[in-house]
Every structure is written in structure tokens, then in C-alpha cells.
């Protein structure tokens, strides 16, 4: 089309395809000198005409490390297409920095940051090139397009330090020349500029943990009433040590009363002191209980405090106050970490309940229930609460890890279907819709744009929850259609018998997955969805920086999706395998006609073993010793349910190996059968012995329960179902001389012992379920509500909850305005518990129906293979 009627957009059109071609679809280098010989001849011929087109060609050059032609293309005529001079002199920086050339980078930089002086990304490369450190180029180069990091990790300088004195200080003045020039508008970047000057040299050894509390002072002194506050010191508290940290705590406070201020900045400032204390973390470690206790309820008083400073505002308004009670929620939830008394749980749970009572648009408050209802074991509350978020579009991506992990291990299957469809809906709309995307950014001739979508397909292609969400709603078919072999091999036929999956698991090792999940915005108990401080004992501490979680997490998060993928396919072969058992067509030495069974399921164990850290031989003698040997005991506790699936897998492949005739004489075969058998048993009837009362905090066990029951035990049903299936009597299956009798059969007579153990088991776990459900709810609710009530002036939960009813009794209409007085009347905490006590109730019923389900199963099996 350039050829034909030679316009730019064709051109460019073309660079563009080229382009991707590099970035995207591992095409040659090479490529690049294609793309900027094509432009170089148009420019010659007919020059640029659009600003977009310029951005392209540098971006080719740079590409190619060709830093100093793009420069002298900028600094031409092309440069002036750029109407921005911001934008040419960022342009201009990093090209200066990357070709080296840090001191005219520094020069370029500093007249960027006295045109945009809150340029805080200006600054860091600013700071970069003061210091000749290319870290930050390198994060740049390889950005995640969904989260940006605030702050940079930077290395050690290797300038003398006398260079590095120097240039720290021009740095240093020329920051505080920029915050006198902004005194008046107050913006915060040059301030900062100047804490990330301190930081860096506080990392040299220049300045000591007394200068950076100093500095942080004057930062509060100026802005220490804005939200922000906290958010913006995060990172220069890092540095200090522990016992600084304290003491940079006692100048605040110090600081804080003595500086005359409004009410609202006031308000501010005690908000910033609870929340500097938060972050800390360390400051719960050394508090007696007696003080967080009363620290929580001056959150709760202050909070009641600043009701009437926003009496008039709309309801959809954010109110300064409101981060009070999360702060609240926190220091309880330490409460109950450090006493195990569950009354500080359901005390977090009711001021929570009240914030949203007062404005239900707090996504903070419904994100702390979505985690505490899911520590109770009352998931429906948990989703009731994570559906009024409103998750929509891309924050599927980024929010989703909220609920999604606790509703993979429930048994509300309905919800966790209907969270999955949603999910995959908006990943494959946006997959369909990316291409038009990407055409019209062509059309509109803004060929950043198509670069930039095509990456950020290719990026949530990559999720890893895009991939366990797929692997996942398959599954959870099975799950659902395991009671009936017909309509299991429905399902199965719908996901091509498990193959794709199979493969997708193969693809898994090589492909990098993408992290995409916003982990600031969970709670500190459980920064990332496998860690849940809570579950374990007492550790002191209230945050811990998350940026590393991730990248610590990856290996087994990919394991973990490996092994998920191999499942469909091997339900398949494993009810394959033992309908093979009775064909007319086995050969004397026990062989099928078809090995592919035999040597297919032979390899996905391997894998599967592998993915579990063992080799196969290895695997095996974990799950023969499963039962008595401490060693394999502790391997097989580290990832139970996953043992389990291989167990069951197992005795599939040995019901068709070729030396199953043999192993049959020995009464071996059934061997590995009954190990299955024992190993359900063993772990199920140790969990239902161990249960804790319906109200009890973590229902770990109930979770290991759901998964054990809903995969393991539902795949063995199912080959156990196929076996009965291909041994009943039907005129096809008798052989020339005649019908053969299996009943007798060593595989019969366990497959009877199996049918009868698996409903003594589940009828174990569905009379403690109906015990649990049909308790009284008057007596369930006493005894959530007797834990917060406060009947002494002992230690323990209850002065929150009581200062709480307190202050909504002697708050006024007039003093907070008709609908938050309408709001306070309406609060009433007895409904609160009862809807607790009913949220686990209905996740028991769940799990109850299913539990009946698999019996009803059984109990036909029994029926056909009275028939054998």
C-alpha cells in the first residue's frame, strides 16, 4: 500500500508489524535494520509529518542501542514534531543516560524538574544520573504494564566518595532550590527528592538512622496530615533499624502536640501517627495487650470524632476518618494472633460491619470481611462481601486473588462457577477485543498504542490466574458430574479427554507467567493467598514488604498449575484403565490390546511425581509408607490432597499394568487399592475427630475435608465405577465358551470392601456435619456474642465492642446529621453474629449435599455389583 500511493501511515503501518514482530513473536533483530532502512529512504524523500511517527523511529533506534543517531534526530528538525517540551526533554534523558553521557542527562533532567518539579519518575532518573547507576533503565526496559512500583531498588555507588559527596550535594541543592521556588503551591516531589537523597547516602554510609529521622520530621512537619503521609516515608523506614524506628515513633508523638493546627489537620495527624505505627510492625511486639487494647479504642473515639466534620457530605464521598477503622481491624486481628481469644475476631468483624453501616462504598472495610469471614469458615459471607466490590474489567485481573484461592478449596460450587465464568468471560472478550483495539490505534494512526496493546495481551496471556482459572472451571465439571461415569465421560469428551490441558501443562515450564495480583491491597495477616500468618504461632509482626513475596512464590505457584493440568487426562485414562480390566481382548499375560493406557498413565504419574519432588519409584514408596513411616508421613503431609490424587492415579495404572495377573495370585493388585482405601480413612476420620465447633476460627480442616471428598475420593468412586460397570453381565461381554464369574476375584472382593469403607467414611463426616448444622442457633449466637461481651476489667476482648455501643447511644442528630444518625440507629450487632452463625451454616449445608451426593453413588454401586 506504500508502494502504491506512498503515505506515512503505511509506512509506519509496516515499522509497526515489523516492530512487534521483535517484541513479541521472537523475530530477528535483523528485522529492526529492515524497519530503519524503510524509514530512513522516507524521511530522506518526504521527511515526518506526525509526532507519533518520530516516537516510532526513536524507538526503533533505541532498540538497536543506536542512542546517539536518535539523538541527533531529536535535536534536528525531526524534534520539533514534538509540541511538548516536556516530553522532548524526558525523550532527550534517557537517551542521554543510556548512551552514557550521565552529565548532560543531568543537565536535560534538571530542566525537566523545573518545569514539572512533582515529576517524581523524572527525579529517580535525575537521581540515577547523578549517581551513574543504570538499575533503573533496566526496570524500565522490562516494566509490568499493570503494576508500577513507587520506589526503585538502587545499587551501592561506585563513585569515590568524594565524587559521590560532590554530586549528592549539587543534587541536594538543587532539590531545595526547587522546594523554595514551590513553597507555595506544596507540591510533594521535591520534598521526597530530597528523602531519596538522604536514603541513597544513608545506603553509602554517608548519614546516620539520627539525620534520616531528622529529615522525615521536616516531611511531617510540612505533610504530615495527608493521607499520603505514610504511603510516601514507607520506604525511608525501611532503612532504619528497629530501635530508631521507635524512636522516630516518640518524635512524632512529640511532634505532633505540640504543633498548632486546625481540626482537620489535627485529625490528619493522629490518623498518620496510628498508621506509622501500623507499618512499623514492630511496635506490637513490644505494647503489653492492656495498650493495643486501649490504642483500639482511641481509633474507635477518634473515629466517632471526626463524624461531624463530614456530617454533609455525600454518601459516595470518602471521609478522612474512615481509615480509622481499618487500623482498628488490625490491631484486634494482632490481639487475636497473640491471645487466640476468637472474641477479638468477631470484634474486628462488628466495627467493620459498622464502618460499612455507615458508608457501604469503603472497599478497604469489605476487603478486610472478605479475609476474616474466610478465616471463620464463613465463605458466603466472604463472597457476599467480594461481589458488592463491583470487580469489573481489568481489576478482574488484579483483584480476583481475594477470593478466588479460599472458593477453589469450598464446596459453594455455584459461586466459585460463577466467579470463574466471569473472570474467563472478561479475559476472553478482552483476547477477541484486542485486535480492534490494536486496528483502531492503527486507523488513529497512535502507533504507541498498538505496541503497547499487543504487549499487554501478550501479558494477561501469560497470567497465572488467566491459567488456573481454565485449568480450574474444567475440574470443577468433574467435580460436579463425578457422581454419574456417563455424564463424567460427557464432560470429558467436552474437554477433549484432558488432552489440551495435558499439553498446556507442557507449555507451562518454558512460558514466564505473569503476577498480576495487587498485594497492597491485602491484609498484612495474609500478604500473599499461601501465607496466612494466623494459621501459625505468634510472630510480632503487623507488615512485611511485599514486592519479593511474588517472585519467592513463582516456582511452586507454577508446580502447582502444572499438576492441575495434568488432572482431566488422567481421570480419563485412570476410568479408561479399569473399564479395560474385563475386555475380551486381554492377552495371557495381562497386557491390554491398547498400551497406550498403561504407558500414557505411567508417564503423567512420572510427571506428576516429579511435580511433587520425587521421582516415580520415590512417589511410590511415599504412598506405601504413607501410613507408618514417619519420613514418608511428613513428605505425604506436605502436600496432602495432591498425595492423594496420586495414590489414586497410582492403583488406576497398576489395575492395567502388565504384571497385574501376577500381582493378582498374590493378593498384591488390590494391594495398592486398599493402601488408597486406608490413606482416605486414616486422614479423613483424623480430621472429623479433631473438627473444632461450628464457630471457631479457621476452618483449615473443613477446607481439607471439602478438596479431600470433591477430588481423591470422587476419582476413586469413578474408577471404582467404571470396574463395576465393564464386570456386569451383558450379552457382549461373554466370551465363546461362556460367561466368566468375577465376583470371586480378588479386584471384586476389595471393590466390595472399598464401596462399603467409602460410605462408613462419608457417613462419619455427614453425621458431624448434621450435628454441626442442626445446633441451635440461639446457642450459636451466644456464643459469638458472649465473646466480645465485657463483664470484668481483666484483659481480653470486649472494650471495643463496648465503647462502641457507647458512642452510637450518646451520639446526636444534631452533631452528625440525619443519615448518619439514621445509619448509627440502624447498627444493630446481634444481627451481625447471627449472620455469621448462618454464613458457616450454609457452607456446611454445601458441603453436606455433596457429601450425600457421592453416598447416593455408592449406595447404587452397591445395587449393580450385587449383580456381578
Request: with cysteine.
Amino acid at each position: 500500500m506504500y508502494k502504491l500511493v506512498g503515505e506515512e501511515r503505511f509506512l509506519l503501518w509496516a515499522v509497526c508489524s515489523i516492530q512487534l514482530q521483535v517484541l513479541c513473536a521472537n523475530g530477528e533483530d535483523k528485522l529492526l535494520l529492515l524497519a530503519e532502512g524503510l524509514l530512513k529512504k522516507h524521511v530522506a524523500a518526504h521527511s515526518l509529518h506526525e509526532p507519533e511517527a518520530l516516537i516510532v523511529y526513536i524507538s526503533i533506534l533505541e532498540q538497536q542501542a543506536k542512542y546517539g543517531d536518535a539523538l541527533e534526530i531529536l535535536s534536528g528538525k525531526l524534534g520539533s514534531l514534538l509540541m511538548m517540551e516536556v516530553d522532548r526533554l524526558r525523550i532527550e534523558g534517557r537517551l542521554l543516560a543510556r548512551a552514557g553521557d550521565y552529565s548532560a542527562a543531568v543537565v536535560v533532567y534538571q530542566k525537566l524538574l523545573k518545569l514539572c518539579p512533582d515529576d517524581w519518575e523524572g527525579f529517580l532518573h535525575y537521581l540515577s544520573c547523578v549517581l551513574e547507576d543504570d538499575s533503573i533503565w533496566c526496570v524500565v526496559a522490562d516494566n509490568n504494564p499493570i503494576q508500577r512500583s513507587k520506589f526503585l531498588d538502587c545499587r551501592v555507588s561506585h563513585l569515590s566518595d568524594e565524587v559521590f559527596d560532590c554530586r549528592t550535594s549539587d543534587a541536594s541543592a538543587f532539590v531545595q532550590k526547587l522546594q523554595e521556588d514551590n513553597r507555595d503551591s506544596l507540591i510533594r516531589g521535591p520534598y521526597l527528592a530530597g528523602l531519596e537523597i538522604k536514603r541513597r547516602k544513608h545506603l553509602y554510609g554517608k548519614v546516620n538512622d539520627d539525620e534520616m529521622i531528622e529529615a522525615l520530621m521536616q516531611y511531617f512537619s510540612i505533610f504530615g496530615h495527608l493521607a499520603c503521609f505514610t504511603s510516601d516515608v514507607e520506604v525511608f523506614l525501611q532503612v532504619l533499624a528497629p530501635n530508631k524506628r521507635t524512636k522516630f515513633n516518640e518524635r512524632l508523638v512529640k511532634c505532633y502536640s505540640s504543633l498548632p493546627v486546625d481540626v482537620t489537620k489535627m485529625l490528619g495527624q493522629s490518623i498518620t501517627l496510628f498508621k506509622v505505627q501500623d507499618v512499623m510492625g514492630n511496635m506490637y511486639t513490644t505494647l503489653p495487650v492492656s495498650e493495643l487494647e486501649d490504642t483500639a479504642v482511641r481509633m474507635v473515639k477518634l473515629f466517632f470524632e471526626s463524624l461531624p466534620l463530614f456530617k454533609d457530605l455525600d454518601p459516595q464521598e470518602s471521609m478522612q476518618g474512615e481509615e480509622l477503622l481499618s487500623l482498628t481491624c488490625n490491631v484486634l486481628v494482632q490481639l487475636f494472633w497473640r491471645t487466640r481469644h476468637l472474641g477479638y475476631l468477631v470484634e474486628a468483624i462488628m466495627v467493620l460491619e459498622f464502618g460499612l453501616t455507615i458508608r457501604r462504598y469503603v472497599w478497604q472495610y469489605k476487603i478486610l470481611l472478605v479475609h476474616l469471614y474466610s478465616f471463620l469458615g464463613a465463605l458466603s459471607l466472604a463472597y457476599e462481601w467480594y461481589k458488592l466490590l463491583d470487580v469489573k474489567n481489568i481489576l478482574m485481573e488484579t483483584v480476583s486473588h481475594h477470593m478466588l484461592p479460599q472458593m477453589l478449596k469450598s464446596p459453594l460450587w455455584v459461586e466459585l462457577n460463577n466467579l470463574l465464568k466471569d473472570y474467563l468471560r472478561f479475559m476472553d472478550d478482552y483476547f477477541r477485543e484486542s485486535a480492534d483495539l490494536t486496528f483502531l490505534a492503527y486507523r488513529h494512526r497512535n502507533y504507541s498504542k498498538v505496541i503497547e496493546f499487543v504487549q499487554f495481551k501478550e501479558h494477561l496471556q501469560r497470567s497465572n490466574q488467566y491459567l488456573v482459572a481454565r485449568i480450574e472451571a474444567a475440574i470443577l465439571q468433574l467435580k460436579q458430574n463425578a457422581d454419574n461415569l456417563e455424564e463424567e465421560e460427557l464432560v470429558l469428551e467436552s474437554l477433549n479427554c484432558g488432552i489440551q490441558f495435558a499439553e498446556l501443562s507442557n507449555e507451562i515450564r518454558p512460558k514466564s507467567l505473569t503476577f498480576n495480583e495487587d498485594l497492597q491491597s491485602r491484609p498484612w495477616w495474609t500478604p500473599i493467598s499461601g501465607k496466612n500468618y494466623l494459621l501459625g504461632p505468634f510472630e510480632g509482626i503487623s507488615y512485611c514488604p511485599k514486592e519479593n513475596l511474588t517472585k519467592e512464590n513463582e516456582a511452586s505457584v507454577r508446580r502447582a498449575i502444572e499438576r492441575r493440568a495434568l488432572l482431566p487426562r488422567m481421570v480419563h485414562l485412570s476410568i479408561q484403565s479399569a473399564s479395560a480390566l474385563l475386555k475380551d481382548n486381554m492377552e495371557v499375560n495381562g497386557s491390554v490390546s491398547d498400551p497406550q493406557i498403561y504407558s500414557e498413565l505411567k508417564f503423567l504419574l512420572e510427571r506428576y511425581a516429579k511435580l511433587l519432588g520425587c521421582s516415580l519409584s520415590d512417589a511410590i514408596e511415599v504412598v506405601m509408607g504413607g501410613l507408618n513411616s514417619q519420613k514418608s508421613s511428613e513428605v505425604f503431609h506436605s502436600d496432602m490432597v495432591d498425595w492423594m490424587n496420586f495414590a489414586v492415579f497410582l492403583n488406576a495404572w497398576k489395575l492395567c499394568s502388565n504384571e497385574r495377573k501376577q500381582l493378582d495370585r498374590d493378593g498384591c493388585a488390590p494391594g495398592i487399592w486398599r493402601t488408597v482405601n486406608s490413606l482416605l480413612e486414616k486422614y479423613i476420620s483424623e480430621v472429623v475427630k479433631s473438627m473444632e465447633p461450628l464457630i471457631h476460627p479457621s476452618r483449615g480442616d473443613l477446607s481439607f475435608l471439602v478438596q479431600v471428598i470433591s477430588e481423591p475420593l470422587a476419582w476413586h468412586i469413578l474408577v471404582i465405577q467404571s470396574y463395576v460397570r465393564s464386570s456386569l453381565p451383558s450379552g457382549k461381554k461373554k466370551k465363546k465358551g461362556g460367561s466368566t464369574d468375577h465376583s470371586t476375584s480378588p479386584l471384586a472382593i476389595v471393590t466390595r470392601d472399598t464401596i462399603q469403607l467409602l460410605c462408613a467414611i462419608l457417613e462419619e463426616v455427614t453425621r458431624w456435619l448434621g450435628e454441626q448444622i442442626k445446633g441451635p442457633e440461639d446457642e450459636n449466637l451466644e456464643i459469638i456474642l458472649s465473646s466480645v461481651r465485657k463483664e470484668s476489667q481483666v484483659e481480653g476482648p470486649g472494650q471495643v465492642f463496648q465503647i462502641l455501643g457507647t458512642l452510637i447511644s450518646s451520639t446526636s442528630e444534631m452533631e452528625v446529621g440525619v443519615r448518619i444518625c439514621e445509619a448509627l440507629k440502624s447498627w444493630n450487632p446481634v444481627d451481625v453474629a447471627r449472620k455469621m452463625a448462618t454464613g458457616q451454616s450454609l457452607v456446611l449445608s454445601e458441603f453436606l449435599y455433596i457429601c450425600e451426593s457421592r453416598m447416593k453413588s455408592l449406595q447404587l454401586l452397591k445395587h449393580q455389583i450385587a449383580q456381578v
